[in-house]
């Protein structure tokens, strides 16, 4: 089957500083991965489209500076997330699907982030 | 505007009591509908992809139907180890990006 693999499961950091979570499609390439984030009790909200060898897409709202995405193989994409304040703490999954951008979307296990 | 409704927001039932879950659609061209399960602090699993009106999918207790506006996913008899949050998303024509619904929290009790 198709996995998505997302490191680290949970982190906690100080206000101000950079995070980064990696997502790894583990048995299939993925040219594009779909980073979402989800607050407590709610649904997935698309935050950008990371594009194998190419700059991201972000969705309206979403501060490019701020949630930095990099995909620089077939197999892993990272979201950075710089400068980091309590409103950023929120949980992250990623997504990919290896039968291209037409067919139906793994997720990774989510990254539960808490900024003190 | 594309929009995806899912009701109710939440539903409690008996083990083996028997319902469905409503995912209503208002979107420009459908090209996918797709059902998943959640449990909490978890990644969604994917359960079902529907892509026209009058095509079921079927697995284990649960079954899922698709009509021009609306989806439904049928349990069957559930068990507690049902109990999940349950996600319906849509792929519009010419996006790659999937619009999800806000859920429906459903609690099978012993």
């Known amino acids: 089957g198709a996995v998505v693999s997302q490191h680290p499961s949970w982190v906690i950091c100080k206000s101000g500083t950079s995070v980064k979570i990696e997502c790894r499609s583990l048995d299939f390439q993925a040219t594009t991965m779909f980073w979402y984030r989800q607050f407590p009790k709610q649904s997935l909200m698309l935050m950008a489209t990371?594009?194998?060898?190419?700059?991201?897409?972000?969705e309206q709202g979403v501060e490019k500076d701020k949630f930095l995405i990099n995909h620089a193989s077939l197999t892993l994409s990272t979201l950075t997330v710089t400068s980091a304040h309590p409103e950023d703490s929120s949980f992250y999954i990623c997504?990919?699907?290896?039968?291209?951008?037409?067919?139906?979307?793994?997720f990774g296990e989510g990254s539960r982030l808490t900024v003190l | 505007e594309d929009q995806v409704t899912q009701s109710p927001e939440a539903l409690r039932l008996q083990e083996g009591e028997s319902s469905s879950l409503n995912c209503s659609y208002t979107v420009s061209g459908l090209r996918g509908l797709f059902w998943y399960r959640q449990d909490p602090g978890k990644g969604p699993e994917f359960l079902f992809t529907?892509?026209?009106a009058g095509e079921e999918k079927e697995k284990e207790r649960l079954k899922a139907t698709l009509t021009k506006k609306e989806s439904f996913l049928h349990i069957t008899a559930p068990k507690p180890e049902d109990s999940a949050t349950y996600l319906c998303a849509v792929r519009i024509e010419g996006a790659q990006k999937l619009v999800f619904g806000q859920g429906t929290r459903l609690t099978i009790n012993p």
């Open positions: 990371s594009n194998e060898g190419s700059k991201a897409t972000y």
């Open positions: 529907l892509y026209s």
């Open positions: 997504s990919a699907s290896p039968a291209g951008a037409t067919g139906e979307l793994f």
